[in-house]
């Protein structure tokens, strides 16, 4: 009788289709993962286009005082992250662009309320929900 090496077609396929589901879950995952931190990385910009706005507002106080526009009741002002990025409290992703980290659009029109609540300045960005 012959002493026969290796490996059966069989076992082979078999090796193959496991690595295969491996393969597919693994994707998966990291897929997932990816979306998340764009996700998590789209809220940490909001958080510092936050900052710059209430950063912008200080120079900005007597136009809150003064605005006849109002948010849920309060003296407010309307800006865009353009408006950030146009007097320095911003800085850019590329050329004079903000841009979204999820789908690489840009955020220059996102509208930005500051709004006057017993003498403190707030701010309320809308952010689809993600954050």
């Not at 082979?12 to 979306?35: E, F």
């Not at 789908?103 to 003498?119: D, T, V, W």
């Amino acid at each position: 009788m012959k002493n026969k090496k290796g490996f059966t077609l069989i076992e082979l396929l078999c090796v193959i289709a496991i690595l295969a589901v491996v393969t597919t879950i693994a994707s998966a995952s990291i897929i997932n993962l990816s979306n998340k931190s764009k996700e998590n990385l789209y809220c940490a910009k909001l958080k510092i286009i936050e900052s710059a706005a209430k950063n912008y507002s200080v120079g900005y106080m007597y136009e809150l005082n003064e605005s006849t526009t109002y948010y849920d009741g309060y003296k407010s002002l309307i800006i865009t992250v353009d408006d950030l990025v146009k007097n320095g409290n911003l800085s850019p992703d590329k050329g004079d662009t903000v841009l979204n980290p999820i789908n690489n659009e840009s955020l220059n029109q996102l509208e930005i309320i500051l709004y006057l609540k017993n003498n403190q300045v707030y701010v309320y960005m809308d952010d689809n929900n993600i954050c």
